[in-house]
T-cell receptor
Framework: NAGVMQNPRHLVRRRGQEARLRCSPM?????VYWYRQLPEEGLKFMVY????????ESGMPKERFSAEFPKEGPSILRIQQVVRGDSAAYFC??????????????FGPGTRLTVL | AQKITQTQPGMFVQEKEAVTLDCTYD???????LFWYKQPSSGEMIFLIY??????QNATEGRYSLNFQKARKSANLVISASQLGDSAMYFC?????????FGKGTLLTVNP
């Protein structure tokens, strides 16, 4: 059973470009979480999605950031008009259930975004 | 909401010795979980151990054990018989729902 997959593993963008980060959850998992890790920091929650629904986006910056988890295909974290402060590692996690099974979040390897 | 505090930015330990990494938490929730993750230089997040707030016994996973003291709101990670491959960042995390809160981490260096 493949784990959580993220691609690309490394992404370089120039200021003003768009960044698209993809996350394929583990087989059988329908809940996806995105976290951001700034340099020298721990991970910070960004958004929680189920298929076709955003459940909690309280950790998402108000502008330029969006996330989706379509019925088919991976979850996408999209950052428009990137700035240097967006440089970070972005981790995706998935779980088979929400709420009571929050202890079963499995993390992907992360995407390291560098904004030049 | 949880708050996780790791007060040790860096720790050193000799190979084969035990080491304790500190973690304190603050929450008003009655039911919550505490986690430790390892992040090697390659960057992935590796789950190590989990402790539920209602678990009466301290969690253990191989060389890892979690010293859970509920009254003191601490969840320290103990690594026994340290190995060179244990050198990494270690993050304590907590949550009462799907939203995990992470500490800033402790960089552990194991010396030969």
């Amino acid at each position: 059973n493949a784990g959580v997959m993220q691609n690309p593993r490394h992404l370089v963008r120039r200021r003003g470009q768009e960044a698209r980060l993809r996350c394929s959850p583990m087989k059988g998992h329908s809940h996806v979480y995105w976290y951001r890790q700034l340099p020298e920091e721990g991970l910070k929650f960004m958004v929680y999605l189920q298929k076709e629904n955003i459940i909690d986006e309280s950790g998402m910056p108000k502008e330029r950031f969006s996330a989706e988890f379509p019925k088919e295909g991976p979850s996408i974290l999209r950052i428009q008009q990137v700035v240097r402060g967006d440089s970070a590692a972005y981790f995706c996690a998935s779980s088979p259930l929400a709420g009571a099974s929050w202890n079963e979040q499995f993390f992907g390897p992360g995407t390291r975004l560098t904004v030049l | 909401a949880q708050k996780i505090t790791q007060t040790q930015p860096g720790m050193f330990v000799q190979e084969k010795e035990a080491v304790t990494l500190d973690c304190t938490y603050d929450t008003s929730d009655q039911s919550y979980g505490l986690f430790w993750y390892k992040q090697p230089s390659s960057g992935e997040m590796i789950f190590l151990i989990y402790q539920g707030s209602y678990d009466e016994q301290n969690a253990t996973e191989g060389r890892y054990s979690l010293n859970f003291q509920k009254a003191r709101k601490s969840a320290n990670l103990v690594i026994s018989a340290s190995q060179l491959g244990d050198s990494a960042m270690y993050f304590c995390a907590g949550g009462s729902n799907y939203k995990l809160t992470f500490g800033k981490g402790t960089l552990l260096t194991v010396n030969p």
